[in-house]
T-cell receptor
Framework: GAVVSQHPSRVICKSGTSVKIECRSL??????MFWYRQFPKQSLMLMAT?????????EQGVEKDKFLINHASLTLSTLTVTSAHPEDSSFYIC???????????????FGDGTRLSIL | DAKTTQPPSMDCAEGRAANLPCNHS???????VYWYRQIHSQGPQYIIH???NNETNEMASLIITEDRKSSTLILPHATLRDTAVYYC??????????FGTGTRLKVLA
């Protein structure tokens, strides 16, 4: 089936640094990718929709200057957490839609997430 | 806000069928029902989706009521590896997912 890969799976860094997370669709081209954040014992919260070749669409309350999204190719989207602080520590997950599935109702396929810990 | 409501938790004996309900009373005509599950510290895994007809695949069956206001995911023979949080999502095919709180299924030996 469709595979979405995230890298790194885990990152620990000091407060104030910027962290880049990559999301790749390995066996299909994804014009749209999505970024989610999940805090412990909570559900996934959609942060933004990443569109290849255009600006990302951010959900209400998500700071676009804090969470920079780049979708420069049909197989790669990146999320950069700028000047990260301890409150940004979370589980970040991306997803993409495979064009191989039938029609426009194809399901999103998720990566295995990146656990970000800011000290 | 999520358009679905699910019970927060359920238990199921290993080898028995697990029936997970989902209410989506405000579903629109062009919206599909998607089911995913999330095992601890992993990304959600796609299970099945449908519009109005019942669906079955190698993982599960999806039963959608005739008025489409609710659905049930059926895992026919639950195993310990099926212990996870199960999410029911309603959305049109090209739109974004809004996750609810899901159902935490625990399969008991």
């Amino acid at each position: 089936g469709a595979v979405v890969s995230q890298h790194p799976s885990r990152v620990i860094c000091k407060s104030g640094t910027s962290v880049k997370i990559e999301c790749r669709s390995l066996d299909f081209q994804a014009t749209t990718m999505f970024w989610y954040r999940q805090f412990p014992k909570q559900s996934l919260m959609l942060m933004a929709t990443s569109n290849e070749g255009s600006k990302a669409t951010y959900e209400q309350g998500v700071e676009k200057d804090k969470f920079l999204i780049n979708h420069a190719s049909l197989t790669l989207s990146t999320l950069t957490v700028t000047s990260a602080h301890p409150e940004d520590s979370s589980f970040y997950i991306c997803s993409a839609k495979s064009p191989r599935d039938r029609g426009s109702n194809q399901p999103q396929h998720f990566g295995d997430g990146t656990r970000l810990s800011i000290l | 806000d999520a358009k679905t409501t699910q019970p927060p938790s359920m238990d199921c004996a290993e080898g028995r069928a697990a029936n997970l309900p989902c209410n989506h009373s405000t579903i629109s005509g062009n919206e599909y029902v998607y089911w995913y599950r999330q095992i601890h510290s992993q990304g959600p895994q796609y299970i099945i989706h449908g519009l109005k007809n019942n669906e079955t695949n190698e993982m599960a069956s999806l039963i959608i009521t005739e008025d489409r206001k609710s659905s049930t995911l059926i895992l026919p023979h639950a195993t310990l590896r099926d212990t996870a949080v199960y999410y029911c999502i309603v959305t049109s095919g090209t739109y974004k997912y809004i996750f609810g709180t899901g159902t935490r299924l625990k399969v008991l030996a």
